[in-house]
């Protein structure tokens, strides 16, 4: 087949979480199962930096944004897996210091950047070859493809994917204007909703198929307590949407040979992970020991369970005397919290608000257990790199967590991680408090450890299921 992905995120070039890991793993492992792949993304600042063979093609889309005309570059590139990119330049759009907004908010004129490059991913399918038959579209921000596609009448099959539900692309009814699409679009049946333009409702409706990223989160999203509002439009389209759950590069996130790690292991051999332990402490300044190391990489937000960690921190884990580890930014309420938890036990936690990519592994490779309570999770992806290196994760059971964790039954010993069901701080302590009684047990532990390393989490079964969506999308 012949597919162009198209999205607002792709790492190492452009990444807020991980629909950026996504589509560094996906296209390139569908193209290793001999399908022609290629990407198309805005061009960011810092691309050109991050791609060395970007180059500019003599293309040039012409496109009209309301009552303006304006152009746009396409520029070429490859990236380490082989895939075929192509960046859209519109500095007055893309150049900038980030890809939505600030921590003041998201950017003023988000709709007009994100429509036109919406209009330049259609434009662009036309000139490349070879002819794409499938548009593999990513969250709101390629959410108008569909209707661009069905509108013009092309030979186009347009799959969307739902990365998180909760982010929607809603804009006031006057940017409807910017789309360039007959007035009778902008309806219950095309992007209107509740008197606003929707790119993520336009594409529900107007795709061929739908996927998100977890079996558990396609179920969720249909009840409106995940919804988000749009639970009625996807009953209303449940026979086209599948749940497939994203993979683990493993390649990128391998014990044995990650060169972010202080030492390199195994589930045959885990003597190396005690080493990564000690040099983790070190990183954040904490004396070595034997008590417990919780370890987070994430967004500071309510969603990925803050609220809960709040009220455990310090009754759980810190008066026990077990310690703690953030890697991430986000909420400055959350961030004001944790870097004055850091003062207020210097001795126990180590925070870094931030990102940092080596440290990011580190704390995956190092933290004895990792805490990962969202309130709500499509997928998620940090707890796949904790069953790989063999850190236990401690999950609320929702979403792709719900599907990825087999919960530890303490009478057969068998599970990979720590579940709760509630989302509550009692429900997070409890699991806690089972996870610190297996620590107690290091046969347990182990067993426990190579458990989650041992299973099986490749992107080659997802893109098969992948093949089978783009299938049904073509038969319709």
């Not at 030492?263 to 008590?291: D, I, R, T, W």
């Not at 400055?332 to 990519?357: C, H, R, S």
Request: aromatic residues 12%; glycine residues 8%.
């Amino acid at each position: 087949m012949n597919i162009l992905f198209a999205a607002s995120e792709m790492s190492p070039y452009a990444k807020t979480g991980g629909l950026g890991d996504v589509l560094a793993a996906l296209p390139a492992a569908l193209r290793a199962r001999g399908h022609s792949v290629s990407v198309v993304l805005p061009l960011y600042r810092g691309v050109r930096e991050k791609l060395p063979n970007l180059k500019p093609s003599s293309l040039f889309l012409n496109l009209t944004l309301n009552r303006e005309q304006l152009s746009a570059r396409v520029w070429e590139g490859v990236s380490e897996s082989g895939v075929h990119l192509f960046f859209i330049e519109r500095d007055e759009f893309y150049d900038r210091s980030h890809l939505y907004g600030t921590q003041t908010g998201d950017y003023a004129d988000n709709a007009a950047r994100f429509i036109f490059f919406n209009k330049a991913v259609v434009e662009l399918a036309r000139y490349i070859q070879p002819t794409p038959e499938i548009l593999h579209l990513h969250d709101w921000q390629t959410g108008l493809v569909p209707a661009i596609v069905r509108s013009k009448q092309y030979a186009l099959k347009t799959i969307f994917t739902i990365h998180n539900l909760a982010f929607q692309g809603s804009f006031w009814a006057f940017d409807f204007d910017l789309t360039n699409l007959p007035g009778e679009y902008f309806s219950p049946p095309g992007v209107e909703f509740f008197g606003r333009l929707n790119l993520m409702k336009a594409a529900l409706l107007l795709s061929h198929q739908i996927t998100t990223v977890s079996p558990s989160y396609a179920q969720e999203i249909q009840t409106p307590a995940y919804g988000c509002s749009l639970d009625g439009v996807l009953r209303q389209n449940h026979h086209k949407l599948t749940g497939i759950l994203n993979g683990v590069d493993c390649d990128l996130w391998d014990p044995q040979h990650d060169h972010f790690l202080a030492a390199p292991y195994s589930a045959e051999q885990l003597k190396g992970k005690a080493e990564n332990k000690k040099a983790l402490l070190n990183s954040f300044h904490l004396p070595s020991g034997n008590s417990p190391l919780f370890g987070m990489v994430s967004r500071l937000t309510t969603q990925k369970g803050f609220d809960l960690i709040q009220q455990t921190i310090e009754d759980s884990l810190l008066n026990i005397g077990a310690k703690f580890v953030l890697l991430g930014s986000g909420d400055p309420y959350f961030e004001a919290y944790f870097t004055n938890l850091a003062k207020k036990y210097p001795k126990q936690v180590g925070v870094k608000i931030g990102f940092d990519e080596g440290l990011a592994h580190l704390i995956e490779a190092g933290s004895d257990f990792f805490l990962m309570p969202s309130q709500f999770e499509p997928c998620g992806l940090n707890q796949l790199y904790s069953l790989r290196y063999g850190t236990p994760p401690i999950v609320h059971n929702t979403g792709g967590l719900a599907d990825s964790v087999e919960d530890y039954n303490e009478d057969t010993g068998t599970g990979t991680g720590f579940k709760f069901s509630w989302y509550e701080a009692g429900g997070l302590r409890q699991a806690i408090q089972r996870a610190l009684k297996v620590y107690a047990q290091p046969k347990a532990l182990a067993t426990l450890r190579h458990s989650g390393m041992t299973q099986s989490f490749s992107w080659d079964a997802s893109a098969a299921e992948y093949e089978k969506v783009y299938t049904a999308a073509l038969k319709s």
